[in-house]
């Protein structure tokens, strides 16, 4: 990846977040590969942590046909989740801060015990203290939410604000729980879990293995987002957003009405 920009690449994408203003995809242009991504990603990342932000999770992206579908993408991708993006359940976004906000209903799980670089990987039950439903706000900051595989990594897979609902202990079985998304009430998306992966658990061993080959490792304390089981829907002002997954509960975020005050994220 002699001659890629990787600091000028980050800077355009994390202008863009800043701003809310889409730009054009940089990957063909700039013979960014998949590893040159996960670089710009990394000092993305590090844009927010030198204002203030710490890491406080990972998220997966593209572990449901579903989601792959959607954009065009088939490989599954992996991010990075800040304190700043995390919203509490039943909180407001302002749709004003994004270019073209969709949301998608998640599984989170609350990391426990997570291996060592080289250590096997123990049982899930080890690795994971708490599971939630949950709501990912995503946005794209390419024109048309439109990208390939390097320029989505490169993005930080598109991750914008979260929402995590009331966390449960693991329950037996998390591979074919029902998913729903519903907006003002109406059903917009209907699914299971196990369209993630076959079952949300096969993401934590994914997103350990994909992210240790970029030295990242996953912490106790930290979140998880498996991955959304159905397909993103847009976010209109004012809309009441609900994540509901069987025996978890419910996850819940507002889109404030336009030209109301928000509490969404200060950035
Ligand atoms: C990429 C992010 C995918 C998921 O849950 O699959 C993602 C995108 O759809 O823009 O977060
Ligand atoms: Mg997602």
Do not use: C
Request: aromatic share 4%.
């Amino acid at each position: 990846m002699i001659g890629v920009d990787t600091a000028g690449i980050a800077a355009k994408l994390g202008e863009a977040a800043d701003t809310a203003t889409a730009i054009g995809q940089l990957a063909a242009e700039t013979g960014l590969d998949v590893d040159g991504a996960y670089a710009v990603q990394t000092a993305l990342v590090q844009r927010r942590l030198d204002r203030g932000e710490r890491l406080v999770g990972l998220k997966m992206g593209l572990t449901s046909r579903a989601k792959m579908a959607q954009v065009g993408v088939d490989e599954v991708i992996w991010g990075r989740l800040t304190d700043v993006m995390r919203v509490p359940d039943g909180g407001t976004v302002d749709v004003a801060d994004f270019i073209h906000p969709r949301v998608e209903p998640e599984v989170a799980f609350l990391l426990d015990r997570v291996p060592e670089p080289g250590e096997p990987v123990g049982s899930f039950a080890d690795a994971v203290r708490a599971v939630a439903p949950a709501i990912e706000l995503i946005d794209s900051r390419y024109a048309n939410f439109t990208f390939s595989l390097p320029d989505v990594i490169a993005d930080n897979t598109s991750a914008g604000v979260f929402t995590i609902g009331p966390w449960s202990p693991v329950p037996d079985g998390l591979d074919n729980l029902g998913v729903l998304l519903e907006v003002d009430g109406r059903i917009a998306q209907v699914g299971s879990t196990a369209a993630i992966l076959g079952d949300p658990r096969r993401a934590l061993d994914e997103g350990l293995r994909l992210a240790g080959r970029h030295g990242v490792r996953l912490r106790s304390g930290w979140v998880f987002l498996a991955g959304a089981a159905t397909a993103a829907v847009p976010l209109r002002p004012g809309a009441h957003v609900r994540a509901v997954v069987e025996k978890l509960g419910v996850a819940s975020l507002r889109a404030a009405s336009l030209g109301a005050a928000s509490t969404g994220p200060a950035s």
